[in-house]
């Protein structure tokens, strides 16, 4: 499985865009990557998933290179409510387990 | 959306005592289940993967005859935490994967269960 790293911590102020960036150099041909996200006493939520180039929803963008080594998840204008851990997490995504790494503490201030 | 229910939310008992936690996937049916572990400030780790009609897998270092997974259904997982003490406080978390298991398909999680152990 792929290790990803990911800033510990992140500061943002509210209406903000957010770009939080994580590295998988050794991502497989079959991995996608997904992103999650957790607030304290519950479990993860799923944020958004990709593959490769561009993947948008109504929450978020994940930013993909070519080379697929790294990603970059972008929260536009962040409120307070998206303060949160936000992880990445690489895997043939549905078939194999997932390995979360320590994750991006963000906290947004007014 | 996919929705994984975990029951109960949260759980406070006295050492010696078993505990079982369920996973329901409600609007999907999972073959593969997975129980995860997560203490305070720090991320989660799996435990192990529950398949439907088959033995758990467990990862290293965690104890089968400790927690018992019983995947009987392809909607409900259970996680029994036997003769629980203290140092097994935690907070646990399931999650599921569609059982049509397509490639681009992510994993849902449940909101977890918070184990106490007097």
């Known amino acids: 499985l792929a290790k990803t790293t990911q800033p510990i911590s992140m500061d943002s102020y509210e209406g903000q865009e957010v770009n939080i960036t994580c590295s998988h150099n050794?991502?497989?041909?079959?991995?996608?990557i997904t992103w999650y996200q957790q607030f304290p006493s519950q479990g993860p939520r799923f944020i958004i998933q990709?593959?490769?180039t561009k993947v948008t929803n109504e929450v978020a963008s994940l930013f993909i290179p070519a080379d697929r080594k790294s990603s970059t998840l972008s929260l536009p204008r962040v409120s307070l409510s998206d303060t949160a851990v936000y992880y990445c997490?690489?895997?043939?995504?549905?078939?194999?387990?997932?390995?979360f790494g320590k994750g991006t503490m963000l906290l947004v201030s007014p | 959306g996919a929705v994984v229910s975990q029951h109960p939310s949260r759980v406070i008992c006295k050492s010696g005592t078993s505990v079982k936690i369920e996973c329901r996937s409600l609007?999907?049916?999972?073959?593969?289940m997975f129980w995860y572990r997560q203490f305070p400030k720090q991320s989660l780790m799996l435990m192990a993967t529950?398949?439907?009609?088959?033995?758990?897998?467990?990862e290293q270092g965690v104890e089968k005859d400790k927690f018992l997974i019983n995947h009987a259904s392809l909607t409900l997982s259970t996680l029994t935490v036997t003769s629980a003490h203290p140092e097994d406080s935690s907070f646990y978390i399931c999650?599921?994967?569609?059982?049509?298991?397509?490639?681009?398909?992510?994993?849902?999680f449940g909101d977890g269960t918070r184990l106490s152990i007097l």
């Open positions: 990709g593959y490769k």
């Open positions: 999650s599921a994967r569609d059982h049509q298991g397509r490639i681009g398909q992510p994993q849902h």
């Open positions: 609007d999907f049916q999972a073959t593969t």
């Open positions: 050794n991502i497989a041909t079959n991995d996608y």
């Open positions: 529950s398949n439907e009609g088959s033995k758990a897998t467990y």
């Open positions: 997490l690489v895997g043939v995504s549905g078939y194999s387990t997932l390995t």
